[in-house]
């Protein structure tokens, strides 16, 4: 990930919008982490606030405090495309005209009729 394309924000600022972001954070330790968020949840323990991010693949978690800095890469806006949780589907391709099979395709000929008996018991080849 680019440092100029990164944006430093606070973990108190985390919402749903953000799952799917690239993402760079340091842990406790000073390990520098990047990932893409799949989920996060976020309690309290011992009355402080604490945030437990997913990464989307493999499946690995960090647990972050108060005052953490997130670095995200924004997404980039597409013109086309719906804001908000569900993305807009893809409009399907117009209907085009049938068109010929180009190897004639020629059916079996039935050797008797049918029957759901038939189905589990195979007629006597004759």
Same mark, same amino acid.
């Given at each position: 990930?680019?440092?100029?394309?990164?944006?430093?924000r606070?973990?108190? #600022?985390?919402?749903?919008?953000?799952?799917g972001?690239?993402?760079?954070?340091? #842990?406790?330790?000073?390990?520098?982490?990047?990932?893409?968020?799949?989920?996060?949840?976020k309690t309290?323990?011992?009355?402080?606030?604490?945030w437990?991010?997913?990464?989307?693949?493999p !499946?690995?978690?960090v647990?972050?405090?108060?005052?953490t800095?997130?670095?995200?890469?924004?997404?980039?806006?597409?013109?086309?495309?719906q804001?908000?949780?569900?993305?807009?589907q893809p409009?399907? =391709? !117009?209907?085009?005209?049938?068109? &010929?099979?180009q190897?004639?395709?020629? !059916?079996?000929?039935?050797? &008797? =009729?049918?029957?759901?008996?038939?189905?589990?018991?195979?007629?006597?080849?004759?």
């Amino acid at each position: 990930m680019t440092s100029n394309a990164m944006a430093e924000r606070p973990i108190e #600022d985390l919402t749903p919008e953000w799952i799917g972001l690239l993402m760079e954070v340091e #842990d406790e330790g000073g390990t520098t982490i990047g990932f893409r968020l799949g989920r996060y949840e976020k309690t309290t323990v011992d009355g402080k606030p604490m945030w437990r991010l997913f990464s989307d693949q493999p !499946a690995w978690s960090v647990t972050l405090y108060t005052g953490t800095k997130l670095r995200c890469v924004p997404p980039v806006p597409d013109p086309g495309a719906q804001t908000g949780h569900y993305p807009q589907q893809p409009t399907p =391709a !117009a209907h085009s005209a049938p068109q &010929a099979p180009q190897h004639p395709v020629a !059916a079996s000929q039935v050797q &008797a =009729a049918r029957t759901p008996q038939s189905w589990v018991t195979q007629p006597p080849h004759q």
